[in-house]
């Protein structure tokens, strides 16, 4: 290769590089002022439990607090991609299992992924509780979710009792959930 068309070719790569570091600066900076603009959530203990609707990965509807009235509710939001919601949605499993004839439910709330990723994952766990889709993420952010996983357990009047922030364990989260289901 000459000299010549070495030059042109790093020129072109520079130019290449100007534009992408532009583009990125761009993008970043559209992001913090949609982030700045954007009401920041935070749910605290004691607060009523914000309300949706959202369909399952089968289709059917499910409202909350509506269709559960008089359940204790753990609303946990998680996508395939969290390490740790894999980790901990057998679990949650096991939990589910054992208290849901006491009157515990579990709302896994998918963020945001597409729903043949959902179940082919879900598939995989072989869960029983129910798996919600939230494609718009709508609902991750009425709940402030930043980050996954997230847990809310929510008491049999639809206040929020706890807030999980990352894994529980099973003995911590059965204990929580024990706690609403003896009230």
Do not use: H
């Amino acid at each position: 290769m000459s000299k010549e068309t070495n030059g042109l070719a790093r020129g072109r790569f520079r130019g290449y590089l100007r534009m992408l570091l532009l583009a990125g600066s761009f993008v970043l900076l559209s992001g913090l002022l949609y982030g700045c603009s954007e009401q920041k959530v935070i749910l605290r203990t004691g607060q009523a439990a914000p309300a949706f609707a959202l369909s399952d990965i089968n289709g059917k509807m499910l409202r909350f607090p509506e269709d559960l009235k008089g359940k204790v509710v753990a609303i946990r939001f998680w996508a395939d991609w969290c390490k740790s919601c894999a980790e901990e949605m057998p679990v949650i499993e096991k939990v589910y299992n054992k208290d849901k004839d006491n009157g515990l439910v579990i709302l896994a709330v998918n963020i945001g992924q597409e729903r043949d990723a959902v179940v082919k994952f879900v598939n995989g766990m072989k869960i029983s509780y129910p798996v919600l889709l939230d494609p718009g993420t709508v609902v991750t952010k009425r709940y402030g979710v930043t980050g996954l996983p997230v847990t809310f357990i929510i008491d049999r009047n639809g206040t929020i009792r706890q807030k999980i922030l990352g894994e529980a364990g099973q003995t911590a989260f059965e204990e929580m959930v024990l706690e609403q289901l003896k009230e």
